[in-house]
């Protein structure tokens, strides 16, 4: 029998509390040794992982690149893989590979299965897809089943074609579903967060609101304590409350830091909106247990009547190139808001003579208003400024040919009152410009209202073998 | 006073990528308190300070935690042309100095 039901036998044959190990909210960025280590010998149920999120902007997605490095992904990999080999216990990984679409998935089942081999170690693996097919989604757009969220305009099937990757955030019942197939190690493609610690307690009958709750908090490893951080945290669900304790002995999670967590991130403390339903914070309790263990109760579930999956997608604009330049002369600081657009006119007249204009260029002044998004407008001018450059542009040649002018005209663009007529820049190396791929964007951020969610993500089952 | 002096943590971040959300936590009842009563961090402020509009921004108070949410829609969505704060995590300059 593999972990999956091993664990399911076990306890439904001797009912207990259930202990789940969050061992990282960030899997490829470090999973710190002695914590993880301390939690393996509090013999947990599962060892979860989380390795996505959407906050870390579309070229994941669009590209189909991790955002983590390849060597550390593996490094974490393994040490989870190996922690749950050992004691005989599912692990599990949802948002395979950063933002969760085949190609993430992929990466990430490539590093397992190397692994196994470098380690000796068999077993059964679950993959769970979470790529949403275009002409489903298009059939969906005719009948009216696709929304926007938080005012995203409506979806198009021009916008669905464009999209490189297109996923659904899939909910617990497939990882339900999953771990019924007696497996060892289940990796989903997106997922909520929850879907990876709540899917066991809930097929063994725990209160499916206390085990959401939990699983929103533990997701993030130890980030709910004071100090917040990246170390396992181990929590112990019974069916009235769960416990929560961090593996790191200088973290604690008290009462008000773990209430707090609820915040993070969220648009609203006490409601968390899940693809089967929402999970309602208002009557949570958080009771101090000493001063390192906080105990929670009171979350409640409420079964969704009309399921709904987020979708996420994200397709190229074009291709980017750069530019990185500084400047100190108070003349050109002051007068920088008309420079910029005169040189962005005299670009477009020169590289627009023959052909229209095919491309955007920005820039960005840091030191003034580069960061925020509603800078005071009357603010003492910086000694210095950063200036970026961006271009966006249909090639990479075009976007290089459009960056390299601007540099130049940029450079030795005369202005009232100018005394440095040598040059307005300092490059802080050479070339300054630098193409940088593909730009993305967001362009699916829907919600699919489908009475049948856990059909869209089919589940394969392969044996690992060492 | 100003809100800098008086909280513990000010902080933003994405919720999502098209909502910026905003957490103002403090160190002790007193000290949420008096913030949650102050008609400065009331939506129309925060809209005005944002340069948002009104029914853009929500204002919840979260005792349990000792804080104050604020959640508003973002102007360009995470990633965008023309970003300029992937993540979110760099909108609280503008809470630091309001005047409770």
């Known amino acids: 029998m593999s972990a999956s039901g091993r664990v399911l036998e076990e306890l439904r044959r001797h009912p207990r509390p259930i202990r789940l190990l969050g061992a990282s909210g960030q899997l490829g960025y470090g999973i710190p040794t002695p914590a993880f280590t301390g939690g393996l010998a509090r013999q947990p149920d599962l060892i979860g992982c989380d390795m996505g999120s959407i906050d870390i902007g579309p070229a994941y997605l669009g590209s189909g690149e991790m955002a983590t490095a390849p060597a550390a992904t593996r490094r974490d990999l393994r040490k989870a893989l190996l922690g749950a080999r050992q004691l005989d216990i599912p692990l599990v990984i949802g948002s395979a590979g950063s933002a969760g679409a085949a190609p993430h998935l992929e990466a990430t089942l490539a590093i397992l299965r190397d692994i196994a081999r470098a380690e000796g170690l068999t077993f059964r693996m679950g993959v769970l897809r979470a790529d949403i097919s275009r002409a489903l989604l298009k059939d969906a757009l005719r009948s009216g089943k696709i929304v926007g969220l938080d005012g995203m305009p409506a979806l198009t099937e021009d916008e669905v074609d464009a999209a490189s990757h297109i996923v659904g955030q899939m909910g617990t019942q497939p990882f339900r579903r999953a771990l019924a197939a007696d497996i060892d190690v289940l990796v989903a493609g997106r997922a909520c967060d929850t879907a990876i610690f709540a899917a066991l307690p809930t097929m063994l009958d725990f209160p499916t609101g206390l085990a959401m709750h939990m699983a929103k908090i533990i997701e993030c490893a130890s980030l709910c304590c004071v100090p917040g951080g990246r170390d396992s945290i181990l929590a112990t669900l019974d069916h009235d409350g769960f416990d929560l304790e961090s593996m790191a002995p200088q973290r604690s999670a008290t009462p008000v830091s773990v209430a707090a967590h609820s915040l993070y991130e969220q648009a609203d403390p006490y409601t968390v909106q899940e693809p089967e339903g929402r999970l309602d914070l208002a009557a949570a309790t958080y009771r101090a247990i000493d001063d390192r263990r906080t105990r929670v109760s009171g979350a409640r579930w409420l079964p969704s009547t009309d399921p709904a999956i987020k979708l996420e997608g994200a397709r190229s604009i074009g291709e980017r190139a750069i530019l990185l330049a500084g400047a100190a002369d108070p003349r050109f600081i002051a007068q920088h808001r008309n420079i910029l657009p005169a040189v962005a006119d005299v670009v477009r007249e020169l590289v627009c003579e023959d052909t229209p204009q095919d491309y955007t260029l920005s820039f960005r002044v840091y030191g003034v208003d580069g960061v925020r998004m509603a800078a005071p407008e009357q603010e003492a001018p910086p000694g210095e400024v950063f200036v970026l450059g961006e271009v966006i542009a249909p090639s990479r040649e075009r976007a290089a040919e459009v960056m390299r002018t601007t540099k130049q005209y940029l450079l030795h663009h005369g202005y009232a009152g100018r005394l440095a007529t040598a040059g307005n820049l300092a490059f802080p190396f050479t070339p300054p410009e630098i193409s940088t791929g593909p730009a993305w964007r967001f362009n699916v951020f829907h919600l699919l209202r489908t009475a049948d969610p856990d059909a869209l993500f089919p589940l394969e089952v392969e044996t690992v073998r060492g | ?100």
Do not use: C, W
Request: charge should be positive; glycine fraction near 6%.
């Open chain 2, 1 to 100: 006073m100003q809100l800098q002096q008086l909280a513990q943590v000010i902080r933003s971040k994405n919720a999502g990528p098209r909502r910026l959300t905003l957490d103002v936590m403090f160190a002790s009842d007193g000290d949420y308190r008096q913030a949650a009563q102050s008609p400065a961090l009331s939506p129309a402020r925060i809209a005005a300070l944002y340069r948002v509009a009104p029914e853009n921004v929500a204002v919840m108070p979260y005792p349990l935690g000792r804080a104050i949410k604020i959640t508003l829609a973002r102007p360009i969505m995470s990633g965008d042309p023309g970003d300029r704060d992937v993540y979110g995590a760099q909108q609280h300059t503008p809470l630091l100095e309001i005047e409770l």
